[in-house]
């Protein structure tokens, strides 16, 4: 890398310095990096809940391209490079094109500060989830302006309904921010890692009674936030045809549902970095890894990592088939009634609870843990049993 | 190099990139695709019907509404931030009720806001 960034000075760049030299080729190469982890997460999350959602429903979904129909986003892909690129005669015409970069950048730039392990990580700024925060805000903007600039009166609406339901929720979403934010001292996602561990009751999550209380409140804005379901007002198909969409087509429709599902995987490691303690692994397992080889502890806590946002990701697609559709009062009551006033409970209540015991007391971090271990255990054991009691009627009968 | 420069330059590459890419794959279908347009179908989607009037027509005023409550409550979590940051630092020094006060009353002031907005229906998307 060194060495192409050399060549690159001498050969082509004279004017400018070695180090602007040095630093394009560095993050021209993790763009590279990221996009090959972004697009192929994006793809496959697609086709993963295609196939949850068949299964929930009782059909098939997606199985014929490639092995169980795994391919089936490159042929999705493939198809809607070949489609052809519509602009309505209505639409504003430079907010219409301009609409899906703005929500592909907004959603590509927040991975710079999203760490995959202790060291890969493009940039750990030290403002690291006021940034996430900002970058997220882009993605609102090129909805309202896909919205505005399709001239259409369905997109309006769900351009309209996302302004709102966006800005609305980023309320609760920084509240619940904030009571992770006073246990670390910090925005840089490293530090707020750094000072949890790698055991259940060493995360922020059980420190103390109002963070579960803020986890739940985040976890609920966020999905609000991506325009997920039980909150996709925005896009709720059966009332807005697509909601700020109907009028794309092609590579443009592709990229804002490309975002779409790489905003699950950042909704699943902003919950895992803020409550879940990140990449943490136990420091035997770390020192037993680092005698094996160096790269070897980073590769475990990438994995650590990637399964946590995993789990996240798969409860949200869960919640999108399970749950109905909100209306548009509750979804504004919700917030403004509900996770707003409870969100501020819990900031000053984890403030003073830092004031009263800084130490945090063991008893109930420890109790919090057990209760969370039977909720999850109890999760486990109904979606097994679901699973159980459905396979009879999935196999498939030709006399029927 | 200053340090805040080596931190804050990867964002402008980044940015740059993320056009890069939507750019190349949005001109690739432009190379691609076919082009044969036609006044039906470049006319916006009205359910099949012909559409009928301007889509851009005036909105409910309630979404005004939220924008100016989502002003206010936003620059106050701003407020919040920094705060949040040091109380840790504060608490470490023994100044931890020093700089719980003055936020206790500002958030106190700000609970009575919401709490007026809510008597006065403002949150009430349906009256």
Redesign the interface.
């Known amino acids: 890398m060194e060495q192409l960034a050399i060549t690159i000075h001498e050969n082509y760049l004279w004017g400018a310095p070695l180090?602007?030299v040095n630093?394009?080729v560095m993050?021209?190469a993790?763009?590279?990096v990221?996009?090959l982890f972004v697009a192929p997460f994006a793809g496959i999350t697609s086709f993963v809940e295609r196939r949850i959602a068949a299964r929930i429903q009782d059909r098939i979904g997606p199985n014929r391209v490639g092995p169980q129909g795994i391919l089936q986003f490159l042929a999705d892909g493939i198809k809607?490079?070949?489609?052809?690129?519509?602009?309505?005669?209505?639409?504003d015409k430079p907010l219409f094109i301009l609409a899906?970069?703005l929500v592909?950048?907004g959603m590509?730039?927040t991975?710079?500060a999203i760490p995959f392990s202790s060291k890969l990580i493009?940039?750990d700024?030290?403002v690291g989830l006021?940034f996430i925060f900002a970058t997220s805000a882009i993605t609102a903007v090129g909805l309202v302006m896909a919205g505005?600039g399709?001239?259409?009166?369905?997109?309006?609406l769900g351009g309209?309904r996302a302004?709102?339901q966006i800005?609305?929720y980023?309320?609760p979403t920084?509240?619940a921010a904030?009571c992770v934010?006073?246990?670390?001292?910090?925005?840089s996602l490293q530090t707020i890692i750094a000072g949890q561990g790698a055991y259940p009751w060493q995360w922020y999550l059980f420190n103390n009674p109002f963070n579960p209380l803020a986890f739940f409140i985040l976890l609920a804005s966020l999905v609000a936030e991506g325009n997920r379901a039980p909150f996709d007002l925005p896009e709720a198909e059966s009332e807005l045809?697509s909601g700020y969409n109907?009028?794309y087509s092609?590579?443009?429709f592709?990229?804002i549902f490309f975002a779409e599902w790489a905003n699950l995987y950042i909704i699943g490691a902003l919950v895992t970095v803020l409550f879940l303690g990140g990449w943490q692994i136990p420091v035997g397992v770390s020192e037993w890894a680092g005698g094996v080889a160096s790269w070897f502890p980073q590769v475990l806590q990438f994995l650590t990592f990637f399964l946590k946002v995993l789990v996240f990701v798969f409860l949200i697609i869960q919640l999108r088939w399970t749950l109905p559709r909100v209306r548009?009062?509750q979804l504004?009551?919700i917030c403004?009634?509900y996770l707003?006033?409870v969100a501020?409970v819990c900031?000053?209540g984890v403030?003073?609870w830092?004031?009263i015991w800084?130490e945090g007391l063991p008893w109930m971090t420890y109790l919090l843990t057990a209760v969370a271990g039977l909720i999850v255990a109890y999760y486990c054991y109904r979606v097994i049993w679901q699973l159980r009691n459905t396979k009879a009627t999935l196999e498939f009968n030709p006399f029927v | 190099m200053t340090p805040q420069l080596g931190q804050y330059f990867p964002l402008l590459i980044i940015m740059l990139m993320a056009l890069v890419f939507s750019g190349l794959f949005i001109f690739l279908a432009f190379a691609f695709g076919p082009k044969n347009p036609d006044p039906n179908k470049l006319d916006v989607y009205e359910c099949g019907v012909p559409a009928t009037g301007d889509a851009r027509h005036r909105f409910s005023v309630k979404f005004f509404i939220v924008a100016m409550i989502f002003l206010l409550f936003d620059v106050e979590v701003v407020f919040l931030f920094p705060w949040a940051i040091l109380l840790k630092s504060f608490k470490s020094q023994g100044m931890g009720w020093e700089i719980f006060w003055p936020m206790a009353v500002f958030l106190g002031m700000l609970a009575v806001g919401l709490f007026y907005e809510w008597k006065r229906g403002a949150l009430d998307w349906e009256k």
């Not at chain 1, 399709?150 to 997109?155: A, E, H, P, T, V």
């Not at chain 1, 934010?181 to 925005?187: P, R």
């Open positions: 180090w602007a630093l394009i993050f021209g993790s763009a590279v990221l996009m809607s490079l070949m489609k052809e690129d519509l602009i309505p005669t209505d639409a899906p970069y592909f950048l590509f730039t991975f710079v493009v940039s700024l030290n006021l505005w399709s001239g259409s009166k369905w997109s309006m309209m302004a709102a800005i609305s980023e309320i920084g509240l904030l934010i006073l246990l670390a001292g910090s925005l045809v109907t009028e092609g590579m443009r592709l990229f548009m009062d504004m009551e403004w009634k707003v006033p501020f900031v000053m403030a003073l830092m004031i800084p």
